[in-house]
């Protein structure tokens, strides 16, 4: 494992372990629980990704920011209420088995398998491999491997957190046509040209195309490029977070998940011993993917 002490170094917040890069391509923050991404900027660009300024770093609890990894289910579990909202994976400290930082660039493969902590909320064996390139773009990579004697049914998402100067002023191009599951109003609909938000936003698009785009006036356009994710999730949880969503309180107005993934007719089946690979890549629109 090549982890360049010039470029990173592993540091403490709170009770989590992260790992900052610092290098001539840019800077990002990953937490070792979650593997989950939480800052990234590539030299000459915007802050890519949104982290809550009231984030909590604790040990099993979702950090609000960055780009969470919804698995192996999406929002709640759909039997039983007691289960963690979005899954395990995002809770559990994964392993960096490979991590290779440049001035150019970092490559770096973090791996989760099933545990005893794992099967203490969900009984199955499974193996969860993500790769994080970054660079003048960011791109992750998951497969997903079921072990178990039994096929596997997942629904799951990258949930990125992308900064805005204004939500109410910002659109999501590409899902124009897509019907969706609005969690709100528990209603279905079919969206009419760019999406907008004026209020609470909580959807998740179906059969959504590999691109969209965030525009966001004031900061550079965002291009997402997926491949093996076939929803599309549009969450802002309005003014109302103030009270309900401590560690998005009142900066709700600067932030949107735009997350890609499969969830609710989208979720997939993993026969036995079988695997699943998808990919999310993110851009600046005037740096090609
Ligand atoms: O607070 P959490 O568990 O990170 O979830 C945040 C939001 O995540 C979104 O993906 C869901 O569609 C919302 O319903 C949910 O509120």
Same mark, same amino acid.
């Given at each position: 494992m090549t982890l360049t002490p010039d470029y990173s170094q592993w540091q403490q917040r709170d009770e989590l372990d992260l790992l900052h890069i610092d290098a001539p391509f840019g800077q990002a923050l990953i937490a070792r629980q979650g593997a989950q991404l939480l800052q990234y900027q590539a030299h000459g660009q915007s802050p890519m990704l949104w982290l809550s300024p009231l984030s909590r770093f604790q040990r099993g609890k979702a950090i609000r920011g960055g780009i969470p990894l919804c698995w192996p289910w999406f929002g709640a579990h759909p039997n039983d209420s007691s289960l963690p909202q979005h899954g395990i994976a995002r809770q559990l400290d994964w392993t960096l088995q490979q991590a290779e930082v440049t001035p150019q660039g970092a490559s770096l493969h973090w791996q989760?398998? &099933?545990?005893?902590?794992?099967?203490?909320?969900?009984?199955?064996?499974?193996?969860?491999?993500?790769?994080?390139?970054?660079?003048?773009?960011?791109?992750?990579?998951?497969?997903?491997?079921?072990?178990? &004697?039994?096929?596997?049914?997942?629904?799951?998402?990258?949930?990125?957190?992308?900064? =805005?100067?204004? =939500?109410?002023?910002?659109? =999501? &191009?590409?899902? &124009?046509?897509?019907?969706f599951y609005s969690k709100p109003d528990q209603q279905s609909g079919q969206q009419q040209g760019p999406v907008t938000i004026d209020s609470l936003l909580d959807r998740v698009y179906l059969n959504a195309p590999d691109t969209l785009t965030l525009h966001r006036p004031g900061l550079p356009a965002l291009q997402l490029r997926s491949a093996g994710l076939h929803s599309a999730i549009v969450w802002n949880p309005g003014p109302g977070a103030e009270p309900h969503i401590p560690d998005v309180g009142p900066h709700w107005s600067q932030m949107l998940c735009v997350e890609n993934g499969n969830a609710l007719d989208n979720s997939l089946t993993l026969p036995i011993g079988g695997s699943h690979q998808l990919r999310l890549e993110i851009a600046e629109q005037s740096v090609a993917c």
């Open positions: 989760l398998q &099933d545990s005893d902590a794992s099967r203490a909320l969900w009984p199955h064996p499974f193996r969860l491999e993500l790769h994080m390139q970054l660079g003048t773009t960011l791109r992750l990579t998951l497969t997903m491997h079921n072990l178990d &004697d039994r096929p596997l049914t997942t629904s799951h998402a990258l949930h990125s957190y992308f900064p =805005v100067p204004q =939500v109410a002023q910002a659109t =999501v &191009d590409g899902l &124009d046509g897509c019907s």
